[in-house]
């Protein structure tokens, strides 16, 4: 099983709507989690930390649920500049990333 | 301000011709990755330095080695690239410490081509 699983999609939506993705790790000891996006030919940057309360920042929405082993985020309104690759991450051990394969979105006019 | 700066954006190198890519971090985190990322796939760690003290992932080929001489810079050697280590080298950097767990920052990447 691999330490972090996500579906690839593609996701295809339309302006406005609004679209879930999910992961699921191995590790019931992992501590960290986070989002990433990832452009195309460009480096991940961080989207946000996702908190055992679940946190939200904006049209952006990121839940955990440890008794699962599943990370969820949630984007709202969606905008032709959010199609991206989401990546999910969660730490191996207390601090080393480990990343998921990333779900692509395309968001269309 | 760029915190974490790789160099080369872009290497095209012969195949087994040995190549370094160079990361440096003006963040003064402790922690230094190195990930390579083919297409559609996930960024797969290569081996971290938690200060100076190196750790190698267990499937990482003996063809990469890595050198740290300080805080701030960080290299990816390539021994003898062969067409499969073509990919996407990921820089990263993080901050670990008692009570402290930064997500980690990457760099722009360099994309290498081997020909």
């Known amino acids: 099983r691999k330490e972090v699983e996500q579906d690839p999609g593609p996701f295809n939506v339309p302006e406005g709507a609004t679209v879930a993705f999910n992961c699921t790790y191995s590790?019931?000891?992992?501590?960290?989690f986070f989002w990433y996006r990832q452009d195309c030919r460009k480096e991940p940057k961080l989207l946000m930390s996702v908190y055992s309360s679940g946190n939200e920042d904006g049209r952006f929405t990121a839940q955990l649920n440890r008794a699962s082993q599943y990370i969820s985020l949630l984007i709202r309104d969606s905008k032709l500049s959010d199609s991206a690759t989401y990546l999910c991450?969660?730490?191996?051990?207390?601090?080393?990333?480990?990343f998921g394969r990333g779900t692509s979105l395309i968001v269309h006019p | 301000d760029a915190m974490v700066i790789q160099n080369p954006r872009y290497q095209v190198t012969q195949f087994g011709k040995p190549v370094t890519l160079s990361c440096s971090q003006t963040l003064n985190h402790n922690v230094m990755y190195w990930y390579q990322q083919k297409s559609s796939q996930a960024p797969k760690l290569l081996f971290h330095?938690?200060?100076?003290?190196?750790?190698n992932e267990a499937d990482t080929p003996d063809n990469f080695q890595s050198r740290r001489p300080n805080t701030s810079f960080c290299f990816l050697d390539i021994r003898s690239p062969g067409l499969g280590d073509a990919a996407m080298y990921l820089c990263?950097?993080?901050?670990?410490?008692?009570?402290?767990?930064?997500?980690?920052?990457f760099g722009q990447g360099t994309r290498l081509t081997v020909v």
């Open positions: 990263a950097t993080s901050r670990v410490g008692l009570g402290m767990n930064t997500e980690a920052f």
């Open positions: 991450v969660v730490n191996r051990g207390s601090y080393i990333p480990t």
């Open positions: 590790n019931s000891a992992s501590q960290s």
């Open positions: 330095y938690y200060d100076k003290d190196f750790n």
